[in-house]
């Protein structure tokens, strides 16, 4: 008899192909998801909270870990116990203090687009508000890619999904 260990990945004992569990019931993956989303905003709070704007948010920016640490479990579309999940942010090669963000030239055309006049080096409400607002934005592309993708029931096994990389999102 063969040992187990020596068969190729995806394939039983007699070379049959081993179907892959079956994904948990919508109701729980959907909780599992809200969780992940949860946590993203809570991060990007806290982030702000402490004056900070990340301005580079992307789905790489986003980590999913678990409470004993197992990468595996946490992003797994098995998973569906939000208890166990860590939502972390990171990538903050982009970021700066919110204050400063009017100092940024590229900041004030994009917020002269929403027609909103922030002048060089001032610090105002608006200012922070669209700083925080282009965080959220970008936050907003993670949840459609993260809800279009985890969240979507597959047809058959060799059904193609659909890009859902954000230039294809926007």
Do not use: M
Request: proline share 7%; glycine share 8%.
């Amino acid at each position: 008899l063969k040992r187990w260990s020596n068969l190729p990945y995806g394939k039983g004992l007699f070379g049959n192909p081993i179907p892959p569990p079956p994904l948990p019931p919508f109701r729980e993956r959907a909780r599992y998801v809200k969780a992940i989303l949860k946590g993203c905003l809570q991060g990007i709070a806290s982030i702000h909270d402490n004056g900070i704007t990340h301005r580079s948010i992307g789905r790489n920016s986003i980590i999913l870990s678990s409470v004993g640490q197992d990468k595996q479990e946490a992003s797994s579309p098995l998973a569906t116990v939000a208890q166990r999940l860590r939502v972390k942010i990171s990538d903050f090669g982009f970021s700066g203090e919110i204050v400063d963000a009017s100092r940024d030239e590229e900041f004030r055309k994009r917020a002269r687009a929403f027609k909103l006049d922030i002048e060089d080096g001032l610090s105002s409400v608006e200012s922070k508000s669209f700083a925080i607002a282009e965080d959220l934005h970008a936050l907003g592309f993670v949840f459609v890619a993260l809800l279009l993708s985890s969240l979507a029931e597959v047809p058959n096994p060799n059904y193609a999904i659909p890009n859902t990389d954000e230039d294809s999102l926007q």
